[in-house]
């Protein structure tokens, strides 16, 4: 998101990778727009009749729109049109203080309903509290490391892979998915599984061995969950939130 050197413009161009992080990005706002559309994008298709209150309104939209932001960055790098990402960038880095912002909102509000530290609310809770901080660092990490585009792909990515787990626990909300809302905790926790083995599988086969960054990110993220799990399931994080 700065003036770059000649290298390393060199670099992004020949990057084989251009393609497949933009499908990366692509697949994630997929996930997005499938996971939220029974509760936000086509609620009413799906007899939602009480409306959500603005602040849920404003925060799917701004979270709609990152996921949208990022796929633009990936098409712009695979169409080599650099100048133009790195513009978008600095829009980027400001409009990530947006999401934590709203996101932070959301989860408030959320607290203000659990009522009990047995509550499976909780774990939600911690949760989105674990993922907006982990997706802060990652977008300041890529911020920092701009300039190496390896470590600046890889740690954009895991900023979105980090907050939408959420999407993922709704798939079950369609009916071709399985398990109804009970399993939502289960697709979350394996969709990321699965995104994290695809990234290390990637790194394999063009580096040969993993990249720092996505086996840092990977760890960040499980270990933030873990524990947003133990802080709910003991009922020591509602305790902390309702001191």
């Not at 390393?8 to 992080?21: D, I, N």
């Not at 949208?68 to 400001?94: E, F, K, M, P």
């Not at 909300?173 to 995104?195: E, H, T, V």
Request: glycine share 8%; charged share 10%.
């Amino acid at each position: 998101m700065s003036t770059e050197s000649p290298e390393l413009t060199m670099a992004l161009e020949r990057a084989p990778s251009r393609h497949q992080f933009f499908l990366a990005h692509t697949v994630l706002l997929g996930i997005v727009l499938l996971g939220f559309s029974p509760t936000f994008y086509l609620r009413t298709a799906f007899h939602h009749i009480t409306p959500l209150p603005p602040l849920l309104y404003l925060h799917g939209v701004v979270l709609t729109i990152w996921f949208s932001l990022t796929v633009v960055q990936g098409w712009l790098i695979r169409t080599r049109r650099l100048r133009l990402h790195r513009q978008l960038g600095y829009v980027a880095a400001a409009y990530a203080v947006v999401v934590i912002v709203l996101g932070t909102l959301a989860n408030l509000m959320l607290i203000s309903q659990i009522d009990s530290p047995a509550d499976g609310e909780n774990i939600v809770v911690w949760a989105n509290f674990f993922t907006l901080a982990m997706f802060a660092a990652f977008v300041l990490l890529a911020v920092v490391f701009r300039k190496s585009p390896a470590a600046h792909k890889r740690l954009m990515l895991l900023a979105s892979i980090s907050i939408v787990g959420p999407a993922l626990a709704r798939l079950p909300r369609w009916p071709i998915f399985g398990g109804g809302l009970a399993a939502g905790r289960n697709y979350a926790i394996g969709g990321l599984l699965i995104m994290f083995a695809a990234l290390i599988t990637y790194d394999l086969i063009v580096r040969k061995r993993p990249h720092p960054a996505s086996l840092c990110g990977m760890v960040v993220i499980l270990i933030g969950l873990a524990g947003a799990v133990f802080l709910g399931v003991t009922g020591i994080g509602y305790h902390i939130l309702h001191g």
